[in-house]
């Protein structure tokens, strides 16, 4: 049997906590968060990103996240919780569910960073 997207990010959704920008904010400011833009980086160019968040593609997350992978990213830690955001929800859904695959347990979906912006979050210029 096949998949196709709309399954996939039911999965997903079902999967992965989504959580608004009033509750991303209170797990950031208790700390060990990592948060995680999965957006390609001329997203990121043209918008910003939030503030001290890491930018990781929706491509390169499982190489990020592995630590077997020769790409791995220290960041990543399976104590930390993780908060992944794109500009829609739907990657960072995808995504989420993958890094649970993975045995990260606290993951967290934020949605669209347009949200996040709306609820007047703080978005810092890619550097």
Not at 91 to 120: C, P, Q
Request: net charge neutral; charged share 25%; glycine share 8%.
């Amino acid at each position: 049997m096949s998949a196709n997207v709309k399954a996939m990010l039911e999965v997903a959704n079902a999967a992965v906590p989504r959580i608004d920008p009033t509750q991303a904010r209170d797990m950031i400011a208790k700390g060990n968060v990592l948060v995680i833009d999965v957006r390609d980086a001329p997203e990121i160019q043209q918008s910003g990103k939030i503030a001290g968040a890491i930018n990781v593609s929706r491509g390169m997350l499982e190489f990020r996240a592995d630590p077997d992978s020769p790409y791995h990213d220290k960041n990543f830690e399976r104590q930390r919780s993780l908060i992944l955001y794109c500009a829609s929800g739907g990657r960072s859904a995808l995504g989420a569910k993958t890094l649970k695959d993975m045995g990260y347990e606290r993951v967290y979906n934020l949605g669209a960073l347009k949200d996040w912006i709306a609820a007047g979050g703080q978005v810092e210029n890619a550097a």
